[in-house]
């Protein structure tokens, strides 16, 4: 069955540093993977997806994600945060051609001045 | 911005009331969604449609059922509400199927 993990509810970086946040993903098919922001009171917005094309994919906002099948990641990175990706971040999983598509149970950036 | 809109943003009720939520899109969208999401779960689906009046049931979907009469509306009725469905709903549309790619901005319904 398809799964997603997300390390850490809550992710604390300064302003300027890098941003790691982790997915670890479990699926007996070749996945789709997505990664979504939610600001406050609002709706996800889908920042990039993974179709088994490239493996490091670039989205918006400056974020990018690579996946790495060896390790059944698809982590998010951003080189330097701005307090304006403070926001709460979910990984997603998609069987290609299915319906089934599970979300993590998100991650909390927190960007300090 | 995606045109999709949820009504209401904002409801309260009581045990035992039925409540339905409607989401309507201007996209033009085959694919709708309903989610709701509760903290330490993420987003979990209910039920979506993969077109008018082709409706199927998501991992949640016990004590609620869907209505798709055309493309621009997904209605999501709970026909006897209970407190364990306070939560924050979202609709979402997407014109490939699995893959939602626009979100509603939500409905957070209190049942007390």
């Known amino acids: 069955a398809q799964s997603v993990t997300q390390l850490g509810s809550h992710v604390s970086v300064s302003e300027g540093a890098l941003v790691l946040l982790r997915c670890n993903y479990s699926s007996s098919v070749p996945p789709y993977l997505f990664w979504y922001v939610q600001y406050p009171n609002q709706g996800l917005q889908l920042l990039l997806k993974y179709t088994s094309a490239a493996t490091l994919v670039k989205g918006i906002n400056g974020f990018e994600a690579e996946f790495k099948k060896s390790e059944t990641s698809f982590h998010l990175t951003k080189p330097s945060a701005h307090m304006s990706d403070a926001a709460e971040y979910f990984c997603?999983?998609?069987?290609?051609?299915?319906?089934?598509?599970?979300f993590g149970t998100g991650t909390r950036l927190k960007v300090l001045a | 911005d995606a045109g999709i809109t949820q009504s209401p943003r904002h409801k309260v009720t009581e045990t035992g009331t039925p409540v339905t939520l409607r989401c309507h899109q201007t996209?033009?969208?085959?694919?709708m969604y309903w989610y709701r999401q509760d903290p330490g779960h993420g987003l979990r689906l209910i039920h979506y449609s993969y077109g008018v009046k082709d409706t199927d049931k998501g991992e949640v979907s016990d004590g609620y059922s869907v209505s798709r009469s055309k493309t621009e509306d997904f209605l999501l009725t709970l026909e006897s509400a209970t407190s364990s469905q306070t939560s924050v709903y979202f609709c979402a549309i997407s014109d490939k199927g699995g893959q939602p790619q626009h979100f509603g901005d939500g409905t957070r319904l209190s049942i007390l």
């Open positions: 996209e033009n969208h085959r694919y």
């Open positions: 997603a999983v998609s069987d290609s051609g299915t319906y089934k598509y599970i």
